[in-house]
């Protein structure tokens, strides 16, 4: 973002708190916004998925995730003068949190982990006004959102349906499928889908298939626990 006309600033995580970068007449400078704190037997860890929006004010909003807490979190302010507050703490919500501000106010696109939900919101200076958009399964991540007139247009990524075989695009659109199956096949990448997801989503006997045999994945596609991409041991 640019503040003042001749400042640029980039949030960002490291080590486990929210930074801010800030280059004035060539020069860079940082400086920490949030170290955190210890939560629910978490050690402090916030700043992750951070989003930076400069208002027309010139007041500065970052929103981040704070992940010992599960909360969604939001700076506010300049540098070197910055207030925190919880914007949203019911559950493991605030990841990929995605800002905006349209006549005044300021709204916010994030994921509720827990729910595995899209949540879009308003900010009304004490509270988050918020409802659920979207609640598929798997959905709500690395959303990004803008304005058309008066009418709120949000992208998100869909967590289920992007590995079927089945799926068909339009003739102009790309072809997520097709596009993660090439790579698969070009670097000889296993791509793993989460077998609950595909379970949820097949229907007929193809639902009680076994794990290791799903026809509805595309070529390139196996299916797991997520567990296996986990430590062991």
């Known amino acids: 973002g640019i503040l003042h006309g001749n400042e640029a600033l980039v949030s960002y ?27 629910e037997g ?8 951070s989003d930076l929006l400069i208002a027309a004010d010139n007041t500065v909003y970052i929103a981040y ?6 909360d969604l979190k939001v700076a506010h302010g300049i540098p070197g003068n910055w207030n925190l507050a919880i914007w949203a703490a019911e559950g493991n919500v605030g990841q990929w949190p995605a800002l905006s501000e349209e006549e005044g106010s300021i709204y916010v696109a994030y ?19 918020s409802e659920v958009v979207d609640d598929a399964d798997f959905v709500g991540a690395d959303s990004a959102h803008s304005w058309v007139g008066d009418s ?22 790309r072809n ?3 596009l993660w199956s090439a790579l698969a096949e070009e670097h000889g990448v296993e791509l793993i889908v989460c077998v609950a997801a595909a379970l949820r989503r097949e229907t007929g006997p193809g639902a009680q298939a076994c794990a290791a045999h799903h026809p509805q ?7 797991a626990c997520l567990g296996v991409l986990g430590p062991t041991g």
């Open 176 to 178: 997520l499928v097709q």
């Open 42 to 49: 978490n050690g402090a860890d916030v700043g992750q998925y």
């Open 65 to 70: 995730y704070d992940a010992a807490a599960g």
């Open 217 to 223: 994945e595309a070529c390139g596609v196996g299916v």
């Open 152 to 173: 709120a247009v949000i992208i998100y990524h869909d967590g289920v349906n992007n590995s079927t075989k089945l799926s068909e695009p339009q003739s102009d659109d």
């Open 13 to 39: 995580y490291s080590g486990g708190d929210l930074k801010v970068a800030v280059r004035t007449e060539g020069v860079w400078t940082s400086e920490t916004v949030d170290s955190g704190e210890e939560a």
């Open 111 to 129: 994921l509720d982990a827990g729910n595995k939900d899209l949540v879009f919101g308003r900010w009304t200076g004490t509270s988050l006004e």
